[in-house]
Nanobody
Framework: QVQLVESGGGLVQPGGSLRLSCTASGSILSINAMAWYRQAPGKQRELVAT???????NYADSVKGRFTISRDNAKNMVSLQMNSLKPEDTAVYYCHAHVIVLGRGSNDYWGQGTQVTVPS
């Protein structure tokens, strides 16, 4: 089995910064894509940023230039540096990983979510 554990959420004033981290553990052979999603109250979960094993990244238009996703393949970790935060960034942020599991093929896993609040 595979677990994703997130950390780093909290309350920050507009214009401030936060860094989210997520570490995957368990019977991991390799991890293809890792990503951050977010879900604001009353809204659907949306993709924020992705990074594949080779390091290529992709961002939602709403966070381009403000957020940076990175990963440490040796530690099975993905991070999201969030700068110039806005009230509209308020959401629960979820880590996601597409994992090749030892003896089981591939599967998608989610973290438990971490709250980010930027008051207006």
């Amino acid at each position: 089995q595979v677990q994703l554990v997130e950390s780093g959420g909290g309350l920050v004033q507009p214009g401030g910064s936060l860094r989210l981290s997520c570490t995957a553990s368990g019977s991991i052979l390799s991890i293809n894509a890792m990503a951050w999603y977010r879900q604001a109250p009353g809204k659907q979960r949306e993709l924020v940023a992705t990074v594949i094993s080779g390091g290529s990244t992709n961002y939602a238009d709403s966070v381009k230039g403000r957020f940076t996703i990175s990963r440490d393949n040796a530690k099975n970790m993905v991070s999201l540096q969030m700068n110039s935060l806005k009230p509209e960034d308020t959401a629960v942020y979820y880590c996601h990983a597409h994992v090749i599991v030892l003896g089981r093929g591939s599967n998608d896993y989610w973290g438990q979510g971490t709250q980010v609040t930027v008051p207006s």
